[in-house]
Every structure is written in structure tokens, then in C-alpha cells.
């Protein structure tokens, strides 16, 4: 006993000359070996197309059009159909997108059915197989929306058959938690105190969505539609039957018009090909033009998200 | 750029006419909103009435209907008698998705372990950035790798006499959900108090005690949901198993047999179909299936995130 009258507890045995501890430094090498593994993976990936395709892409690839049965020549109507595909998703999608993130983070009370359904619909349509949202463009947009425009205008055959608008529709819808996601976050990371201030010198909501949120939250919402292109431009399953093309002598003009398309001409040239030795070239650097235009755009988002990102953590 | 502002002495028209506009730019942005839930709707309706000919229209079921699905043992859907047994095509998904998990489970939660518990700030460094880029990889490029160099790899390594097989679309599938399941797992490690993990470490376990013994434990909702995410992506992947997998509906256990999936029977197939065939029924009832199983698994995932909220706000 001791003088306060508690037991006293034995001194824990010192540690003898440190046994190495063989599970414990197994486990933490495994964990290293596998991010390392993950890391390494990566580099085989790029650096295989960076190695192959490399001497591909001159200035006549990316301006020429596909020839002699796609053995030879260049990718430029793909590229063009891919940019007139995104711009037209974008222009579907960020209004959309902005406007319910706006609404669910300054005007939704956040414990209502509706509310809480929107939160459902979005969590749950970012799950939804590509694929299904190709059967949603096919179901709805063309044997719906296009076959009941070609009847009320008396038309033969124009809206109701696969389409670049169709196909930058099915995409937007696609795309739409991403945007909605990235732009309430970035609305978080306004300060209260200004959103306060403003409505306490009596401007409107609007008002202070419009000259208050929406300027400071820019960065959140460029992130969120660039990150939509870049996931737009790689995305083939939900254009296969909505609008994309195999070949097209022509550039796409109107909306109802079909198009080329950069990952559609990928999964063309590695699949449909007649002759795999004369195509894998071109194959090569399809692929390095697709990897580099959505690393590009996935570099300018993750770079804007973490200036976004500082600001938020230097407020606290 | 004048600005105006509702100030209390602006005459009572103007006010009216202000309000006017606030309720209307509400109901607009909350129309915004609805269009969510509206686009969630509409798959569902779409997707699924396209598929009802199989339940109600005798004319569809004399050639594919709910019983023939089980019983039929074949998928020759181009046949001169078409046969639709969804078996192959069931098994064949399995197959691939069992594959791919058992591939990339382990790997991205032991690198999530890592990189929340171990890795020095400037092996996190590389490490991150590193997944953003596999995570952008679209799934037609990682197709094309499985199809162009994995196969062939694969191949020279175990010999297997069909070059595209279920080994070959699994790895390549588990390649494309590493990012879902290493983002999420690793949010939840990195969600866990840091008092937690000060107690054990302060109590003399070791590092790598505290990770296993603590920190997964108090994060094994966040990782459990991680892992659903990952197979809900995994089930309704397309492009990678459509170029990698051989699409041959071929019944067997084997993982070096080739194999057609569900969702790689729609991309292939349903460009060539007649709208409103018994054909084009049955692949839109098989992307209501594919809906279902990928919605209940979100729903779960969705769960568990709630269940580590809980647990950690309530520590």
C-alpha cells in the first residue's frame, strides 16, 4: 500500500531490446505495397499510350478526316463532334444544375419531403448504370419526345431518330448530380456572415444569391461543369444508341444531325476493325487525344477545387 | 450598374412587383431542383415500359417471357428460333463483378489504410493525384488497355486458350472501381477523431494496432459503403467488359472462359434491334434489372454512410 492507500500497480515491464514486431510491420509494408501497386498501374497505363501513341498525333491526325476504311487519315470530325456534343450538354446542364444547387443550399428547408426527395433523386441518379441512361435517351427523348415532334409537325422522320441533341440531353441528365453536387459545395464555402450581411441591408434573396453567392461560388461551378465535360467527353455507353456515328463523310450541322465521337471512334477502331495492325497507330492516338483533353480538363478542376478548398479551411 | 435594393421607403408597387419577381425566381430555381427527381422518374418509367411487353403482351411472351428467361439455357437472340436464357448472362456478370471485387477490394482498401494511417505527406503527394488520374481514365480507354495489352499479358501468364476471358474483363473492371472505393474508404479513415487514435497511441499500442484495431473499426461503415459504391459501379460497367470480356454467353464457372455480361449484351445488341420486337423488350428488361440491382445497392451504400455519420458525431 501506498501512502494515499491505493494498490500499487506494478511498473509495466519495459520493452527488452525492442522485439521487432513481424505482423505489425507486415501489415503496414502490405498496405505500401498495394498503393504502390495502385501507383504503378497508373504510370503502365499512361505511359503505354504516351509511348505508342505519341508519334500519331502530328497536326495532320488532328486535322484530317478518317480514310481508305479508317486505316489511314486522321480523327478531326470526332473531335469536332465530341466538342459540339459537351458545349451543347454544358449549355443544357449548368443552368439546371446551378439553379438547384441554389435552391437546395438558400432556399429548401432542409427537413421537408421535397427536399429530402431531391437529395434522394440526385444520390441515386449518380449510381445509375451509363448504359440505362442510353435506354432512357433511346425510350424517351427519341421514340417519345422526337416521335411525337415529327407527328405534330407532320414530319416524316427527323427528331425521332438518333441525334447529336439527344445524345447531349442523355449526357446532361447523366451529369447533373455532379454539377449540383460541386456547386452546393462550393456555395458552402461562402461565408454566413456575408450572405447575413447582405440580407440584413435588405436585399432580396435574389438579390444576394445574384451579387453575393453566385460571384464568390464561380470557381465551384466552373469545377463542377468541367469536370462534367471531362466525364461527357469520356462517356460512350449512353451515345451508342442516342446519336453517335461509325463514320460520317460530313461534319455534323444541325442538332438533329448524327456525329462522330472521340471515345465512340476508340471503341470503333479497337473492335470493328478490319485490319488491327493497320489501325493500331491510329487506335494509339485516338486514345492519347481522348487521355490528354480529359486529363487537361480534370487538372483545371482539381486545381480550382483546391483553391476552393483553401479558402474554405482559411476561414474556418 | 445600378443596383436596387428593397429599401423600406421604395413605394408599395415597387415592393409588390419585387416580390412578384422573388416568388418567381423561387419557383424557378425550385423547378431546377425538381428536375432531379423528375430525370430519376422518367428513367424509371422509360426504361421500364419499355420493357412491359415481357409481363403483358402475349404476342412478345410467345418468344421471351419471365418463365423462358429462367428456363431457357441459352442467349441466341439472333438465332432463326431466338432463345433468350438470362442464366448466361447472369452468370457471366457474376462472374466478372466477383472478380473484379475480389481484385480491387483489397488493394484500394489496404492503400486507403495507407494512405490515412501511414504514408509520409509526401508519398500522399503522389498517391492521390495518382487515383484522381485512374478515376479520369474513361472506361472506353480502360477497354482498350484490357483489350490491346492487359489480354496479352494475361495470356503469356496462364496460358488460357481464349485470349478475352472473364480474368481478363474482371481485372479490368476492378481497375476502373479502385478510384470509387479508395475515395470513399479513405474519406472515412481520415473522418475518424483524432482523439481517437491519440488514445490508442497514447495507451502504447502501436501505429499499426491503432489502424486495425481503431481506426477501420470506427470507419467500417464509411469502407463498407465505399465497397457497395464500388460493386453497384462494377455491375452496370459497360464499355470496359463489352471490349474485354469476349462476349461469349457461354454457362461455366471457369475464369478463363469468355463471357458476355448483362450489360454488355444491351450495348452489343440493341443498335441492330426493331423497336417494339421481343428483342428490344427484353434488352430494355434487362437495363430495368441492371437499374434495380444498381439502386438497391446505392440505397444500402447510402445507409452506411448515414450509420458513420451517426457513429462519429455521437463519439
Redesign the interface.
Known amino acids: 500500500m501506498s501512502a494515499l492507500g491505493l494498490p500499487l500497480v506494478p511498473l509495466p515491464e519495459l520493452p527488452r531490446a525492442r522485439r521487432a514486431d513481424w505482423s505489425g510491420s507486415g501489415f503496414t509494408l502490405l498496405s505500401a505495397i498495394a498503393a504502390g501497386l495502385i501507383v504503378l498501374m497508373v504510370v503502365v497505363i499512361l505511359g503505354d499510350v504516351a509511348l505508342n501513341g505519341w508519334a500519331t498525333v502530328t497536326w495532320e491526325f488532328l486535322a484530317g478526316a478518317p480514310r481508305e476504311g479508317m486505316t489511314k487519315g486522321g480523327i478531326f470530325p470526332a473531335i469536332y463532334g465530341t466538342l459540339l456534343l459537351v458545349v451543347l450538354m454544358v449549355v443544357a446542364l449548368v443552368p439546371f444544375g446551378v439553379g438547384a444547387a441554389v435552391w437546395l443550399h438558400l432556399y429548401a428547408r432542409q427537413d421537408s419531403w421535397f427536399t429530402k426527395s431531391v437529395r434522394f433523386a440526385v444520390h441515386n441518379l449518380a449510381g445509375v448504370p451509363s448504359i440505362v441512361f442510353g435506354l432512357f435517351g433511346l425510350g424517351f427523348f427519341i421514340q417519345f419526345i422526337g416521335r411525337e415532334m415529327d407527328r405534330a409537325m407532320g414530319l416524316d422522320v427527323v427528331w425521332g431518330q438518333p441525334a447529336l441533341l439527344w445524345a447531349s440531353l442523355t449526357l446532361a441528365l447523366l451529369n447533373l448530380p455532379v454539377v449540383i453536387v460541386t456547386t452546393e459545395e462550393s456555395l458552402r464555402t461562402v461565408a454566413r456572415d456575408q450572405r447575413e450581411a447582405s440580407l440584413a441591408l435588405g436585399a432580396t434573396r435574389w438579390q444576394t444569391v445574384r451579387h453575393v453567392l453566385l460571384p464568390q461560388a464561380l470557381p465551384g461551378i466552373l469545377t463542377g461543369a468541367i469536370l462534367a465535360v471531362a466525364r461527357g467527353a469520356g462517356e460512350v455507353a449512353p451515345i451508342l444508341f442516342t446519336g453517335a456515328a461509325y463514320f460520317l463523310p460530313f461534319l455534323p450541322k444541325a442538332p438533329t444531325d448524327q456525329f462522330m465521337e472521340l471515345g465512340y471512334h476508340v471503341f470503333v477502331l479497337a473492335t470493328q476493325s478490319p485490319d488491327v495492325d493497320a489501325t493500331r497507330p491510329l487506335l494509339y492516338g485516338t486514345v492519347m487525344v481522348l487521355l490528354a483533353l480529359t486529363f487537361l480538363l480534370n487538372l483545371t478542376a482539381i486545381l480550382l477545387r483546391s483553391r476552393l478548398r483553401a479558402r474554405l479551411l482559411g476561414r474556418g | 450598374m445600378s443596383?436596387s435594393?428593397?429599401?423600406?421607403h421604395s413605394p408599395a408597387s415597387v415592393r409588390a412587383r419585387?416580390r412578384l419577381?422573388?416568388m418567381a425566381?423561387?419557383w424557378?430555381?425550385?423547378?431546377?431542383?425538381?428536375?432531379?427527381?423528375a430525370?430519376?422518374v422518367?428513367?424509371v418509367v422509360?426504361?421500364f415500359?419499355?420493357a412491359w411487353p415481357i409481363l403483358s403482351n402475349p404476342e412478345t411472351q410467345k418468344e421471351a417471357s419471365l418463365a423462358g428467361f429462367v428456363a431457357t439455357p441459352l442467349w441466341q437472340p439472333v438465332g432463326e428460333v431466338p432463345k433468350y436464357g438470362l442464366i448466361p448472362l447472369l452468370t457471366g456478370t457474376v462472374k466478372v463483378v466477383l472478380i473484379a471485387m475480389l481484385f480491387a477490394v483489397?488493394?484500394?482498401v489496404?492503400?486507403a489504410?495507407?494512405?490515412s494511417?501511414?504514408?509520409p505527406p509526401r508519398?500522399r503527394e503522389?498517391?492521390k493525384?495518382?487515383?484522381?488520374?485512374?478515376a479520369?481514365?474513361?472506361?472506353?480507354?480502360?477497354?482498350?488497355?484490357a483489350?490491346?495489352?492487359l489480354a496479352s499479358w494475361l495470356q503469356s501468364v496462364t496460358h488460357s486458350p481464349m485470349r478475352l476471358n472473364a480474368l481478363t474483363a474482371g481485372i479490368a473492371l476492378g481497375?476502373g472501381i479502385?478510384p470509387t472505393i479508395?475515395t470513399v474508404a479513405e474519406d472515412a479513415l481520415r473522418a475518424v477523431p483524432r482523439s481517437f487514435r491519440e488514445a490508442s497511441l497514447g495507451l502504447g499500442a502501436?501505429?499499426?494496432?491503432t489502424?486495425?484495431h481503431v481506426s477501420l473499426p470506427a470507419a467500417s461503415a464509411g469502407v463498407g459503403a465505399g465497397v457497395l459504391?464500388g460493386l453497384?459501379?462494377a455491375?452496370?460497367?459497360?464499355?470496359i467488359v463489352?471490349?474485354a470480356s469476349g462476349n461469349a454467353a457461354i454457362t461455366s464457372a471457369d475464369a478463363f472462359d469468355s463471357v458476355r455480361t448483362l450489360?454488355a449484351s444491351?450495348?452489343a445488341e440493341?443498335?441492330e434491334v426493331v423497336?417494339g420486337s421481343p428483342h428490344y423488350s427484353t434488352?430494355?428488361f434487362l437495363?430495368a434489372l441492371?437499374?434495380t440491382v444498381?439502386?438497391l445497392?446505392?440505397?444500402a451504400?447510402?445507409a452506411f454512410v448515414e450509420r458513420l455519420r451517426k457513429r462519429l458525431a455521437g463519439a
Do not use: D, H
Open positions: 443596383r435594393l428593397a429599401l423600406p419585387q419577381r422573388e425566381i423561387e424557378a430555381l425550385r423547378a431546377c431542383a425538381f428536375s432531379a427527381v430525370g430519376l422518367l428513367i422509360f426504361v415500359k419499355e483489397p488493394l484500394s489496404l492503400a489504410v495507407y494512405s494511417e501511414f504514408a508519398v503522389v498517391l493525384p495518382a487515383i484522381e488520374m485512374l479520369g481514365i474513361p472506361s472506353v480507354v480502360m477497354g482498350f488497355f483489350l490491346m495489352v481497375l479502385i479508395f502501436s501505429a499499426w494496432q489502424a486495425w459504391l453497384g459501379r455491375v452496370g460497367e459497360t464499355m463489352l471490349m450489360s444491351i450495348a440493341l443498335a423497336v434488352l430494355f437495363g441492371l437499374f444498381t439502386f445497392i446505392n440505397v451504400a447510402g
